[in-house]
């Protein structure tokens, strides 16, 4: 057994093992041909009739080069080891699906780096979520994206937030906030708002700062904006990412409708990657919408305006040297990454770039909803991503104190791999940075 | 009697009507801050109510009357929420005071303090209903009583139209981070001021009720890949991978939803697909109030939405969304509001009507359908689309139009700006 087995092998995740308790392989057999039969799109028969092996996406996975190059953890090498045994196999037993599961939950990002260096264009990231949609229906999902999927179901957020606590924290932010800007109010359901405001549930749960400068910077830049008081300020959504498409149409659903019932112009996104891809390519695609029925606009975009047509002045750029960690999904995703590094120039005086950068750079290790499926794959994650560590400790050679990066997971995945590795780095949202150095 | 929507009841039917009063600009607020979007008008268009903050601790209601010269304050408070119009002239609010949140109905503060209160929801028939959170427990409160029992949490509270019924998403069981077992042993359930469900749920998402409370029912998840509709605590025999919210018929005699088949979604009643279409997306069903025929969202093909009526499709098609559609009173005409091309538009019986303006509101019908009308916003301006044309007036404020019953006039409520004040002026509009 290779070392990549083993580990998969040492596995025990409570929400794996529950699901495989049930196993049924007649019911496992019926499940995957509904999904290759009903829902896979033909994408699934022209990547796995064109990918010939040659292996050239191999270099560009972080769990490839940081794994010594163990061909396991290649991005075609996943795909054989996780999707084919489903498709192909005669029999499929319990370790059958419980490696498919680890593999698809917990060895890739679905970050689409390896597709940019496929010749032939085949979308990894596809196929793997094939296979968690296939994990998904068959009950087999790790208990802490499970929980998270759960916590959607059961209040429509990510963290088991209840209405009255969303509430009670937007008005504590707004007494907060009064005391630096006594005029200044968080519009709760404002209709017919400019700017519907939506964020995922941590902000509130633990990092209610950002709420704070949140409505200080629409204070200042004069915004005319609301949150939601109801079901669908939260943009955040798990269930993509655990195969749970169901759910997903539920989530992505109330949050337009949010939107649609506060006749808003657009909505305005807080700084968060897998929320973005959620709200604008795969949640309202897999409702009908083509592209999402209100304008979106990523946090990056909305700085970006707002910092260009000068409704905000920055008063003292940050002395301290920064680089910038591109999120795959607002950078492969959507292309926000030179806007980026246009808000990182207004606020701050010296910028490094990391290398590689922009659409090149390499996945935090905690996207795809992987940092969700909890301690037992923190490991795997961390030693998965040596590459980034070493990408920080390059950046930070070249002076780099700060690492900003506009989206939650990312930030999740960089302060594991910051203490893992042992990297004097602080790591800011754009936000942060932002508020430190515009007037207020 | 029911109040069709966008009916006025007949009380203030009177073409003679039209009024205005002075709105002066409190010295202690600066114009851009008096908060407009915060305004409600009464039922009957003669008074305006809008939260001004006193202090930057504190917040009063103030409410102007057509023909009384000065607006009369609340008492001041912390908080003032979820403003709207109850029975004809008066207002309900939720307010917070350093004692806690509580109601405020009919300028009747409920005895019950919470320590949170939040989504207060007004009946046509008069009734007021709000969720409250005291000491981790969730209770809804209707007319100022408790519910029978609490809950770990309640979600979605909803008010019969006209009866004294109310039905909210309820959590029976506390379910600890992490328990999976917890969850998937079924948590939720329905609930109404009786108590809740004997059946449990994984999920239960959208309450509804019959106008006359007798007939409740949820889009309920019963497993983790089955959803189906639960009707006065019975389930659909049938399960869907997904269902959306059903729709009660106005006699409460069946109940609609849209469902997921593997060819796509169709429209069920009673648990039977009653639709022969299959489409992209179904959602939104909507009965007119005489039960005849019945409307919903669809997109035929991905990326295109149209309107559904008794399962037929009609021909326009735009590529944003569509909201839920609206019946007249009659039940013969149909509208709805969407976007296409990244505009606005206003769907009334198929023929759409857009570029005269940047946001609409849902169109409301005089009782026999002969004349259409909604609320729009042109630029910074609010007016009213009246049968395919634009009233020319610009009022900063505005509430939705609503019809006489008898289908005479058109009554507009909207705040006007007049040198450094602003002017609240309720008009009638007499119809050709
Ligand atoms: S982690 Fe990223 S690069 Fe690696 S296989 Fe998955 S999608 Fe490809
Ligand atoms: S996915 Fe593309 S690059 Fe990778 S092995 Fe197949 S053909 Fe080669």
């Not at chain 1, 539920?250 to 409708?257: D, N």
């Not at chain 2, 069920?268 to 069903?285: I, K, S």
Request: glycine share 8%; with cysteine.
């Amino acid at each position: 057994m290779n070392e990549a087995d083993q580990r998969i092998e040492a596995i025990h995740d409570e929400g794996l093992e529950s699901g495989l308790a049930q196993f049924d392989e007649d019911r496992v057999k019926k499940i995957i041909k509904k999904v290759i039969e009903e829902e896979a799109s033909p994408r699934l028969d022209a990547y796995l009739s064109s990918c010939v092996h040659c292996g050239l996406c191999s270099d560009s996975c972080h769990y490839y080069l940081s794994r010594d190059k163990d061909p396991a953890y290649s991005p075609a090498g996943k795909v054989k080891e996780s999707l084919l045994p489903l498709l192909r196999g005669k029999k499929i037993t319990p370790e059958t699906l419980k490696k498919a599961a680890i593999i698809s939950y917990t060895h890739c990002n679905l970050c689409r780096r390896c597709t940019m260096y496929c010749p032939l264009g085949v979308d990894i990231a596809y196929l793997i979520s094939l296979v968690r949609r296939i994990c998904y229906l068959c009950g087999v999902v790790p208990l802490y994206i499970q929980d998270t999927a759960n916590s959607h179901s059961a209040t429509f957020n990510q963290m088991w937030i209840k209405n009255d606590e969303w509430l009670d924290c937007l008005y504590w932010q707004e007494e907060e906030a009064r005391e630096e800007l006594p005029e200044l109010t968080i519009p709760i359901e404002r209709e017919g708002a400019d700017v519907m405001y939506s964020v995922i549930g941590p902000e509130p749960k633990f990092r209610a700062q950002l709420i704070y400068q949140a409505a200080v910077i629409m204070e200042k830049a004069g915004i005319n904006w609301t949150f939601p008081g109801t079901r669908g300020w939260d943009n955040s959504d798990m269930c993509m990412y655990t195969g749970d498409y169901e759910m997903m149409g539920r989530l992505k659903k109330a949050h337009f409708e949010t939107a649609m019932r506060l006749k808003v112009d657009r909505i305005v996104m807080g700084e968060c990657g897998h929320a973005f891809r959620s709200v604008f390519d795969t949640g309202n695609r897999y409702l009908g919408w083509k592209t999402p029925p209100i304008p979106v606009v990523h946090a990056v975009e909305f700085y970006h305006e707002i910092l260009t047509q000068e409704r905000i002045t920055i008063k003292k750029k940050l002395a301290t040297p920064v680089t910038f960690h591109d999120p795959c999904n607002i950078v492969r995703g959507r292309g926000l990454h030179e806007m980026a590094r246009e808000v990182v120039g207004i606020c701050c005086d010296t910028f490094i770039e990391m290398e590689p950068n922009r659409e090149h750079n390499y996945c935090c290790g905690a996207g795809g909803g992987v940092i969700n499926c909890g301690p037992p794959f923190k490991n795997e994650r961390v030693l998965g991503n040596r590459v980034k560590a070493e990408q920080l400790l390059a950046a930070k050679a070249k002076g780099a104190e700060i690492v900003v990066t506009p989206c939650h997971n990312c930030h999740g995945g960089l302060e594991d791999i910051i203490h893992h590795y042992g990297i004097d780095m602080e790591i800011k949202f754009l936000s942060d940075i932002i508020y430190e150095t515009m007037e207020i | 009697m029911p109040i069709a929507q966008g009916t006025s009841p007949i009380i203030w039917d009177t073409s003679s009507g039209s009024m205005s009063c002075m709105i002066p600009c409190p010295v202690d607020a600066p114009s851009e801050r008096f908060p407009f979007w915060k305004a409600t008008a009464s039922r009957d268009g003669t008074r305006i109510a809008i939260p001004i903050q006193s202090s930057p601790e504190e917040c009063q209601l103030c409410t102007w009357t057509l023909g009384e010269p000065e607006p009369t304050r609340s008492e001041p408070v912390l908080t003032i929420a979820d403003l709207q119009p109850i029975a004809d002239q008066d207002f309900s609010f939720l307010c917070q005071t350093d004692e806690g949140w509580t109601a405020v109905a009919r300028n009747v503060p409920w005895e019950f303090q919470a320590e949170f209160a939040w989504n207060l929801r007004v009946s046509a028939g008069g009734n007021a209903a709000c969720e409250t959170q005291d000491d981790r427990r969730y209770t809804p409160m209707v007319n100022g009583n408790v519910w029978s029992e609490s809950y770990e949490n309640t979600y979605g509270l909803t008010l019969a139209a006209t009866g004294p019924g109310s039905a909210a998403v309820v959590q029976t069981t506390p379910i600890a981070e992490g328990d999976l077992t917890t969850f998937l042993s079924g948590c939720f359930t329905l609930g109404t001021e009786k108590g809740p469900w004997s059946g449990r749920y994984m999920g239960a998402f959208t309450p509804v009720i019959s106008s006359d409370g007798t007939v409740a029912a949820v889009d309920a998840r019963i497993t983790q890949q089955d959803y189906t509709i639960a009707v006065n605590d019975q389930c659909w025999p049938t399960t869907w991978p997904s269902v959306w919210a059903p729709v009660i018929h106005p006699q409460g005699t069946s109940v609609w939803a849209p469902v997921k088949e593997s060819r796509g979604w169709t429209l069920a009643c009673d648990g039977e697909v009653a639709w022969p279409g299959r489409y992209t997306q179904l959602w939104e069903p909507v009965f007119a109030p005489n039960g005849r025929r019945i409307a919903a969202v669809a997109s035929p093909e991905f990326g295109q939405w149209t309107l559904a009526l008794d399962g037929d499709l009609m021909k326009t098609r735009v590529d944003g969304y569509l909201r839920k559609p609206i019946f007249s009173p009659c039940g013969s005409r149909v509208g709805c509001t969407g976007m296409h091309k990244g505009k606005a538009v206003l769907l009334i019986d198929d023929h759409p009507m857009g570029d005269l303006f940047d946001k609409v509101w849902d169109p409301v019908f005089s009782q026999y359908g002969s004349h259409a009308a909604a609320k729009i916003k042109r630029g910074p301006w609010y007016t009213v689309f009246l049968d395919g044309m634009a009233i020319e007036r610009r009022f900063i404020w505005m509430r939705n139009p609503a019809f006489t019953p008898d289908g005479m006039h058109l009554i507009i409520c909207g705040i006007e700006k007049s040198g450094a004040h602003y002017h609240y002026t309720r008009e009638f509009i007499a119809l050709k």
